[in-house]
């Protein structure tokens, strides 16, 4: 990946903070010229000076600053390659990895937090306030979850300067991609092609939303009830998946109660004393997967407007909202593309069971992935449209 480089006397002179010594802080500048693992972030600074006068002029900022091996790691990747033909794109990358607000590694621990970014271009972000990052406390590690959940390690923290703090990560952030492009990745393929066939696309791409999207496994083993279902049943279905708001697993506490995209029937949340949380009779089998439109969360059952039934005291899982036997063949995927990437689990922490691969019907287990996500395999074609290009 090359960038047109700029030397740091010239990064340093469109940088306005200078030193403070009063308070023992130092210039943005001085703290990434000053550390040799961030080489590379200040020339990929270098491409968007806007972003950058911006950065020095902030306060109360955390900047998470990719390490120079994950600059290298990144720019093997389709995105990687993207970005560096293109300013829009990389302004924006850079501002997905600014937090709006000052954290410093103590502030995150094992309660998850999801934190706004200044990624505000619709383009890439249809969240009000901003797209977000999951930050948690893994064992003695901090960890920021993007899109696709792929996870980015802090490796050294609280680089202090003038206008807030720098953690250093080993691995770039991911733009949480669009529903369906996420359902595909997810194999969700029974979910995506049901969105397809009831024209609910404009829907699940609506800002701000929540969708409870039930896994493979959960549409085979009710086929016989949806073999005869309308388009307008089935659409209605889908609808109850969706919620107008952005609910994160923080939020989705014992006893809330949400209301379904049509704004006239009610999903209910329980949370048991494990931590496990259904909707209705669902269980969220893998929560948080951010979306570039809100939040995404995996259920292992497919809602049932009819049926708000909730889980009984002793549920290790969810139950069924629909009576019926499993499809012969995997329902609503012909004609849907087959997965081409991966993504990765939380393996650890809050939600850690929930986050276990599940195996479609199909004997295709959820894809799972540790390392960076290549773009043009997940959107083929409409990797530039989905990119802005």
Do not use: C, W
């Amino acid at each position: 990946m090359q960038f047109k480089h700029l030397s740091i006397l010239a990064l340093a002179s469109i940088i306005s903070a200078q030193d403070d010594s009063s308070n023992g802080t130092q210039s943005l500048n001085a703290t990434l010229s000053g550390n040799d693992q961030l080489s590379k972030l200040t020339t990929f600074l270098s491409s968007s000076p806007s972003v950058l006068e911006a950065l020095s002029n902030a306060t109360n900022i955390t900047i998470l600053a990719p390490s120079n091996e994950a600059f290298t790691e990144f720019g093997n990747t389709d995105l990687g390659r993207l970005v560096a033909n293109d300013s829009g794109l990389l302004a924006a990358l850079l501002q997905y990895h600014v937090l709006n607000g000052s954290y410093e590694a103590s502030r995150i621990t094992n309660e998850s937090l999801f934190l706004p970014t200044l990624l505000n271009n619709e383009t890439y972000a249809n969240v009000t306030g901003g797209q977000v990052v999951q930050a948690v406390k893994i064992g003695n590690e901090t960890v920021f979850y993007s899109g696709l959940l792929q996870n980015s390690t802090v490796t050294t923290a609280d680089q202090n300067f003038t206008g807030g703090v720098v953690h250093i990560i080993d691995r770039v952030l991911t733009f949480p991609p669009d529903v369906l492009d996420t359902a595909l990745a997810l194999n969700l393929t029974s979910f995506r092609g049901a969105v397809n066939a009831t024209d609910e696309i404009d829907t699940a791409n609506d800002r701000d939303i929540t969708i409870f999207a039930p896994n493979n496994e959960a549409f085979n083993n009710i086929g016989s009830a949806l073999a005869n279902l309308s388009t307008d049943d089935l659409r209605g279905i889908i609808e109850y998946h969706i919620v107008n708001s952005v609910h994160y697993s923080t939020n989705l506490t014992n006893g809330t109660t949400l209301r379904s995209e049509d704004d006239d029937r009610e999903l209910r949340i329980t949370k048991n004393e494990n931590g496990t949380i259904f909707v209705n009779a669902a269980e969220v089998v893998v929560p948080n997967v951010l979306i570039a439109n809100g939040v995404l969360h995996i259920i292992d059952n497919v809602l049932n407007p009819n049926n708000t039934a909730a889980p009984s005291e002793s549920a290790t899982a969810g139950a069924p909202g629909f009576t019926g036997s499993p499809a012969s063949e995997q329902p609503y995927t012909s004609g849907q593309p087959t997965p081409t990437t991966t993504v990765n689990p939380i393996s650890e922490g809050p939600g850690a069971a929930q986050s276990t691969a599940h195996s479609s019907s199909s004997g295709a287990a959820m894809p799972l992935m540790t390392g960076g996500v290549e773009y043009a395999a997940l959107f083929g074609a409409g990797a530039a449209a989905y990119l802005g290009f």
